[in-house]
T-cell receptor, first 115, second 110 residues
């Protein structure tokens, strides 16, 4: 399967702990996006990369959140000092920008539960 | 400011046609995407309209009117497997980021 993959699929942690999620995009996709989705809501944009450069971060992304895409391939999203409000599905999407158009393909997500 | 409106729920019978409307207000608008999401699943891309008019992809069609800030998704020959949430998502900004609302939950009944 050559789709977007995310690891882990589920993560349960205690409040105050740090967690890290990984996203492997579709090969050769130059853009990678992170979204967060809570129950009954649509995904909310968090941040995106073009190759290894992080080009935009949402105001939703507090200082406790950091994302990297060191070699322009996989990406990690780290949440420090987790809070119960961080419980959500974290979705990664990738796309290949051609001109001004790209289509985002989503991974299966990592479901985070903070106790 | 930004706003996005879709009906919260739509119910239809198998074999029927259903239209899900979407009105939006946003800056830096490039186009309108539609995604399908089954419970517990990831959003799946359905369609994208950059220009006014109708785009057809199999049983699904999507329409956009930029002047009216309005679009719709048309699903024909409904099947039970079409029961899912459907999101219209304006594409905005240099990053082509998607803005999702709360979506429309479609229930297909026998």
């Amino acid at each position: 399967d050559t789709g977007v993959s995310q690891d882990p699929r589920h993560k349960i942690t205690k409040r105050g702990q740090n967690v890290t999620f990984r996203c492997d995009p579709i090969s050769e996709h130059n853009r990678l996006y992170w979204y967060r989705q809570t129950l009954g809501q649509g995904p909310e944009f968090l941040t995106y990369f073009q190759n290894e450069a992080q080009l935009e971060k949402s105001r939703l992304l507090s200082d406790r959140f950091s994302a990297e895409r060191p070699k322009g391939s996989f990406s990690t999203l780290e949440i420090q000092r987790t809070e119960q409000g961080d419980s959500a599905m974290y979705l990664c999407a990738s796309s290949l920008l051609r001109g001004v158009r790209d289509t985002q393909y989503f991974g299966p997500g990592t479901r985070l539960t903070v106790l | 400011g930004q706003s996005l409106e879709q009906p919260s729920e739509v119910t239809a019978v198998e074999g029927a046609i259903v239209q899900i409307n979407c009105t939006y207000q946003t800056s830096g608008f490039y186009g309108l995407s539609w995604y399908q999401q089954h419970d517990g699943g990831a959003p799946t891309f359905l369609s994208y309209n950059a220009l006014d008019g109708l785009e057809e992809t199999g049983r699904f069609s999507s329409f956009l009117s930029r002047s009216d800030s309005y679009g719709y998704l048309l699903l024909q020959e409904l099947q039970m497997k079409d029961s899912a949430s459907y999101f219209c998502a304006p594409v905005t900004g240099g990053g082509n980021k998607l803005t999702f609302g709360t979506g429309t939950q479609l229930k297909v009944e026998l």
